[in-house]
């Protein structure tokens, strides 16, 4: 984060305007809860996917009406578990094929609704927001649905952690230079440097303790994931900064909405799948 004037904060809140002990409780109980639901039974994993997922379509949904767009949320939502279903049990081309058929729901369903441009204008929106939350999501469904998945997805998020975690303590100490000054001010190349400093010590540490691997793949996982997740994150501020919004939702004390959360590690995890896919492939 970009080095800012003094300016006085309440009791507990960082510099970003967060209260950082209920945002490290809450992220903290995240954690656990992930880590249990996917070393115990990893489809209820895959039920937490799917109530998250369908929050952030929830809180994308209101928050595009901002702007008087209606995103056809019924056809989404059971699309959104079609598609995550899909790929968990049957793969990369069921997971195609399922966001396929959710965006045609969901043009037929706003087309039958209404006529005109606001129809297509909604549909088109609707589109998106299948390609955005699902589609993207199904990645790690499918890094779930391997042999190993409570493991590949275990590394998935500790290096989307690491992303965050190394971004803003660097950030915070020692940021000067804004990455992209017009739509995240508090981005800063020292934080980029710090994310990708300790998502490749994550990585290489993951790919040797997890899966006995190459340093090397842990590297590029690094890399991969910093790059992408940072994407993700610019993409959505830019669509919160359009529609005028400092959060999309409040679901998280401390983090703001699910989609706040989630939205780096929604662009990460199809990078993350394929380099694992490539480089470090399950076993038979």
């Keep these: 984060m970009s080095q800012q004037p003094a300016v006085a904060h309440a009791p507990g809140a960082s510099r970003s305007g967060r209260d950082l002990p209920v945002a490290t409780a809450v992220g903290v109980g995240l954690l656990l809860a992930v880590g249990a639901s996917l070393f115990l039974v990893k489809e209820v994993f895959g039920l937490l996917a799917v109530v998250a997922v369908g929050a952030a379509l929830w809180e994308l949904a209101q928050a595009l009406v901002r702007r008087g767009i209606h995103v056809p949320l019924l056809p989404l939502l059971v699309g959104a578990v079609g598609i995550l279903l899909s790929a968990y049990t049957a793969g990369p081309e069921a997971l195609f094929v399922a966001f396929i058929l959710t965006v045609g729901g969901v043009v037929v369903w706003r087309i039958l609704d209404g006529n ?52 803003y303590a660097v950030g915070v100490l020692i940021g000067r230079h804004p990455l992209a000054p017009s739509v995240s001010p508090k981005k800063t190349w020292e934080g980029l440097l710090g994310s990708l400093v300790l998502a490749c010590v994550v990585g290489v540490v993951g790919i040797r303790l997890m899966f006995d691997g190459e340093p090397l793949v842990g590297v590029f996982l690094g890399v991969a994931t910093v790059a992408a997740a940072t994407m993700g994150d610019l993409a959505e501020s830019m669509l919160k900064r359009d529609l005028e919004l400092k959060d999309m939702g409040s679901l998280l004390p401390g983090h703001g909405g699910v989609l706040d959360r989630i939205d780096s590690m929604l662009l990460a995890a199809p990078l993350v799948y394929l380099v694992l896919e490539v480089l470090q492939p399950t076993v038979s």
Excluded: S
Aim: aromatic share 12%; net charge negative; glycine share 12%.
């Design 116 to 167: 005109g441009v606001p129809a297509l204008r909604d549909a088109t929106a609707g589109a998106f927001a299948a390609a955005y939350l699902p589609f993207l999501a199904g990645f790690v469904m499918l890094l779930l649905a391997e042999p190993d998945g409570d493991w590949r997805v275990a590394l998935f998020i500790l290096l989307c952690v690491a992303n965050d975690t190394g971004g």
